[in-house]
């Protein structure tokens, strides 16, 4: 299968509901279908994270990638791939992160990480991933 499909990929956590509630966020208002999505837990994120020499059970992110499957394959994790969806969303989105890209980095992060660390606990954990809806299915590349 090609990585990349000419769209962004976001990898999350497949079993946590609030990374599950991100994508459907994403896809109710991504009205140009440009942001794809793949659960870490899926085989395409593990070629893509392969690459990278990294391991999705260790991974406590989402992580945007640009250009997959590209030379030019980039990835943005935490703050940085949240805010750069909210800037591909556009309209008052694009502002939201305008307005929180003036936060340094290092305090958005703090941020995340902290809801990341509670997140299965007040935001739930499904036992396997969700099969998305049958109008997106196009947008998950493994489902």
Known sequence: MNDSGGRMILLYDGVCALCNGLVRFILERDRRGVISFAALQSPLAQRILDRREQEPG????????????????GILQKSDAVLAILKEL????????VIASLVPRPVRDIAYDAIASVRYRL?????????PPERWRDRFPDA
């Open 58 to 73: 260790r991974i406590d992110t989402v992580i945007l990638v640009r250009e997959a499957g590209t030379p030019r394959e």
């Open 90 to 97: 556009g309209g008052p989105w694009k502002a939201v992160a």
């Open 123 to 131: 935001f739930g954990k499904y036992e396997t991933c969700p099969s």
